[in-house]
């Protein structure tokens, strides 16, 4: 059974950073591209960042870029997100999902989220 | 940047309605378009991909259709654990969601 567990969130003040997790199982997660995504309270989803199963190709939202850094460790089957310079509007859940196979655009599991507050 | 754009935001149905929602996209974007299901307090989840392909185990009454910038999502005969929000996704450029569809009951 495929599992994605993510860890990490937390209240931060605004400009702080914070690491989260994501832990996976039952699959192969080095085969596999992965990719964040996030919902502020009562909005819809955003997409964040996609990682490629070998780290070869990183992708990220311009409202992200240059202060977010995915990364994985494939020997340990984890995802990551380094979140620095947090504002206000990177409150969110932030779910990790897997990409179906042959086709990263595709999530087919979602973690179940862990919430992120930046407040001053 | 490619555009979602899902109508309506919500809407309201009783059980055993015919349901509807479309997708337009900004520019065309093949078939390259997902729906996902989410319920309060959960995680998203795929029902069909690239535009009208049933992910394994959603029931049938869920369909969908169209290709380059036009889709359409429909569940046949609304049932009382479909209502939920429903999103579109494109993965043609990058990765954009639709705003949402909320579906109440009536």
């Known amino acids: 059974e495929v599992q994605l567990l993510e860890s990490g969130g937390g209240l931060v003040q605004r400009g702080g950073s914070l690491r989260l997790s994501c832990a996976a199982s039952?699959?192969?997660?080095?085969?596999?591209?992965m990719t964040w995504v996030r919902q502020a309270p009562g909005k819809g989803l955003e997409w964040v960042s996609t990682?490629?199963?070998?780290?070869?190709?990183?992708w990220y939202a311009d409202s992200v870029k240059g202060r977010f850094t995915i990364s994985r460790d494939n020997s340990g089957n984890t995802l990551f997100l380094q979140m620095n310079s947090l504002r206000a509007e990177d409150t969110a859940i932030y779910y990790c999902?897997?990409?179906?196979?042959?086709?990263?655009?595709?999530?087919?599991?979602w973690g179940q989220g862990t919430l992120v507050t930046a407040s001053s | 940047d490619i555009q979602m754009t899902q109508s309506p935001s919500s809407l309201s149905a009783s059980v055993g309605d015919r349901v509807t929602i479309t997708c337009q996209a900004s520019?065309?974007?093949?078939?390259?378009l997902n729906w996902y299901q989410q319920k309060p307090g959960k995680a998203p989840e795929l029902l069909i991909y690239?535009?009208?392909i049933l992910e394994i185990g959603v029931p049938s009454r869920f369909s969908g259709g169209g290709s380059g910038t036009d889709f359409t999502f429909t569940i046949s005969s609304l049932q009382p654990d479909d209502f939920a929000t429903y999103y579109c996704?494109?993965?043609?450029?990058?990765?954009?969601f639709g705003q949402g569809t909320k579906v109440e009951i009536k």
């Open positions: 999902a897997k990409s179906m196979a042959a086709a990263e655009g595709t999530f087919d599991y």
């Open positions: 039952g699959f192969t997660f080095s085969n596999y591209a």
């Open positions: 990682i490629t199963s070998s780290a070869g190709n990183i």
């Open positions: 520019q065309d974007i093949n078939n390259y």
């Open positions: 690239d535009a009208s």
């Open positions: 996704q494109q993965y043609n450029s990058f990765w954009t």
